[in-house]
């Protein structure tokens, strides 16, 4: 008897657009939301954005309640708890990058309270996922969490943020075929959990950037809007997959133990970008699509090396040696790179010198 069954957790609202960072207010009002919200920012993003959606808030008789964490850390997610439960808030918005979005998505997982996602910055794609990334001891990838019950990405703030941050959240993206690659070798391998339907559409999120790479420009709105639609797409493979894996490879488990080994060097998305140009020639060596995931990266101002990254050479080393460690992923990296291999590798593709 075939006894197979599947949650498929999505956003119900989704609006992208110019300006629509005043439709917060309707957006919770279509979702039914009933009572107060606690809004969980950082401390830019509250300049940008809390702070004047709070103001439409109270002009609609909604009196949010607001905390502003400065590190995404557990006691972050902890604190947020305590004033969610002091506040009586029923539920939750995360406003800002990454920081405050996961902290708002950890916290309302454990409180079993429903949140919106509102993007300041088109860095990486856990804004829309139903993935939640905080640093615990060692750990650095993401575990399940609550997805949104809404995401509100507003393309004039998001053009407006540090142009790195958007070339992050496009390498995010291209990594996408590398992360796909290894998903198929897994599946083929180990007989991992696969979704050929996430899979797919994380590999034509890819394609479809890289497709438009000469629309992403700095200070034009429509790279934020390319750019954001490309991760609300990577987001849903992942809803789509219960997992990260259309979305995370060796390229993320390489960038997860640089975040260990050189802390803040660089942004998530331009370290999974140099790893999955190095992961690329690894699946399919000098001919396959390795120069084109680089000069894809090139073209938007991504680091392709580790010099461009601010990583020193033996720590590219180091982390490609030992990330295959880290996290019970199966990858192209196998039971691990001896350094001859990984030199040769980073070597051969330019990564290092
Ligand atoms: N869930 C998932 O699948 C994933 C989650 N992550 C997590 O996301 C985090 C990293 O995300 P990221 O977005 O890079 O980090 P942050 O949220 O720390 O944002 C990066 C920087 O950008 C600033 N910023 C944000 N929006 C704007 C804006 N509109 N204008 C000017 N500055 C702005 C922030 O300011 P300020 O310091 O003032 O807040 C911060 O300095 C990590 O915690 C990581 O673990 C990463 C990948 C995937
Ligand atoms: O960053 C992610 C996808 O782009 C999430 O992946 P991890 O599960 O490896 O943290
Ligand atoms: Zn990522």
Sequence with gaps: MF???????????????????????????DLHLQGRPLFVTSPT???????????????????????????????????????????????LVGIGGGKAIDIAKLAS?????????????????????????????DSRHSVAAEPPLAVVADTGILAEAPWELTTAGCADIISNYTAVM????????QDVEYSEYAAALSEMTAEILVDNADLIRPGLEESAWVVTKALMSSGVAMSIAGSSRPASGAEHLFSHQLDRLAPGAALHGHQVGVGSIMTAYLHQGADGI?????????????????????????????????????????????????????????????VID
């Design 3 to 29: 006894e197979k069954s599947t949650w498929i957790r999505l956003p119900r609202n989704v609006v992208v657009g110019h300006g629509v960072r005043s439709q917060v207010v309707d957006v919770v009002d």
């Design 45 to 91: 993003p509250r300049e940008v954005a809390a702070d004047p959606i709070a103001a439409d808030f109270e002009a609609a008789g909604i009196e949010p309640a607001i905390v502003t964490i400065e590190k995404a850390t557990f006691d972050a997610v902890e604190r947020v708890i305590e004033v969610a439960e002091a506040e009586g808030v029923s539920y």
């Design 109 to 137: 997982h454990h409180l079993e309270m429903g949140f919106c996602s509102v993007p300041t910055a088109a860095s990486h794609d856990g804004i829309v996922s139903n993935r939640g990334s905080v640093p615990d001891g």
């Design 182 to 189: 290894d998903w198929r070798l897994a599946q083929r391998l």
């Design 290 to 350: 390795w120069r084109a995931i680089r000069d894809a990266l090139a073209s938007i101002d991504a680091p392709t090396t580790a010099a461009e990254l601010g990583i020193d050479d033996e720590t590219v080393i180091e982390a490609l040696t030992t990330c295959h460690e880290i996290r019970d992923r199966y990858t192209i990296l196998g039971s691990g790179m001896n350094e001859r291999a990984a030199r040769d590798v980073a070597t051969k593709t330019g």
